[in-house]
């Protein structure tokens, strides 16, 4: 039997960069601290430009610490900016739509929310990764699914695909995460607003997952 990869970081934007020069410097740090899978660029309520402005000042911060960058929402202008990939929810296009538009090599995601169902339709239908959560109390987006660990373990004994963990985690309750299987956590105000900063919020969480 092989032995399960070490889970991984996942970050995600705050909902809001008001100062993206700043914001740039922060992630600078963070993803020279440590391991970091990928980073989420989820701004809502932002208009396109927005969008635009973000994505084409981060993307080159991730990928020259060779982090996949994946888009919230939006296959279209994952597509049209080089994002590696997408993250679609329960409102967004799906699956295999977002499939079509950013083609065969582009990493798809779904929001899975507490339902093992939907996650096994949205490997089904290509996804590459499934999202459980929140887990825990969130401000970035308004859920009400509260999921147990135990979704992580049950998904990781009988599907291939990866599973992320998302909502409200944080470096002091993480650990219930990590042990029943995830494959990433999805982070987003437990590294930004950690009280040492953002760089010690990734030395920390990959402390924990080593």
Same mark, same amino acid.
């Given at each position: 039997?092989?032995?399960?990869?070490?889970?991984?970081?996942?970050?995600?934007?705050?909902?809001?960069?008001?100062?993206? $020069?700043?914001?740039? =410097?922060?992630? @600078? %740090? #963070?993803?020279?601290?440590? +391991?970091?899978? !990928?980073?989420?660029?989820?701004?809502?309520?932002?208009?396109?430009?927005?969008?635009?402005?973000a994505?084409?000042?981060?993307?080159?911060?991730?990928?020259?610490?060779?982090v996949?960058?994946?888009?919230?929402?939006?296959?279209?202008?994952?597509?049209?900016?080089?994002?590696?990939?997408?993250?679609?929810?329960?409102?967004?296009?799906?699956?295999?739509?977002?499939?079509?538009?950013?083609?065969?090599d582009a990493?798809?995601?779904?929001?899975?929310? $507490?339902?093992?169902? =939907?996650?096994? @339709? %949205? #490997?089904?239908?290509?996804? +590459?990764?499934? !999202?459980?959560?929140?887990?825990?109390?969130?401000?970035?987006?308004?859920?009400?699914?509260?999921?147990?660990?135990?979704?992580?373990?049950?998904?990781?004994?009988t599907?291939?695909?990866?599973c992320?963990?998302?909502?409200?985690?944080?470096?002091?309750?993480?650990?219930?995460?990590?042990?029943?299987?995830?494959?990433?956590?999805?982070?987003?105000?437990?590294?930004?607003?950690?009280?040492?900063?953002?760089?010690?919020?990734?030395?920390?969480?990959?402390?924990?997952?080593?």
């Amino acid at each position: 039997m092989t032995s399960k990869a070490p889970c991984r970081l996942y970050l995600i934007t705050p909902p809001a960069l008001p100062d993206l $020069d700043a914001f740039a =410097a922060d992630l @600078e %740090a #963070a993803l020279g601290a440590g +391991d970091v899978g !990928a980073l989420q660029i989820r701004l809502k309520p932002a208009g396109d430009d927005q969008v635009r402005a973000a994505v084409r000042r981060l993307l080159p911060v991730a990928h020259a610490h060779g982090v996949a960058v994946i888009l919230n929402d939006r296959p279209d202008l994952a597509a049209e900016l080089g994002c590696d990939g997408v993250h679609v929810g329960d409102e967004d296009p799906a699956v295999d739509a977002a499939r079509r538009i950013l083609g065969p090599d582009a990493m798809i995601g779904a929001t899975c929310r $507490d339902s093992r169902h =939907a996650a096994m @339709e %949205a #490997a089904e239908a290509g996804a +590459d990764y499934v !999202a459980f959560g929140a887990f825990f109390p969130t401000e970035t987006k308004d859920t009400t699914a509260r999921p147990e660990p135990e979704i992580l373990t049950i998904w990781q004994e009988t599907m291939a695909i990866p599973c992320v963990a998302i909502g409200g985690i944080t470096v002091d309750n993480a650990r219930p995460l990590i042990e029943a299987g995830a494959d990433f956590l999805a982070v987003s105000a437990g590294v930004w607003r950690h009280p040492d900063g953002p760089a010690e919020a990734v030395r920390r969480f990959n402390a924990l997952m080593g």
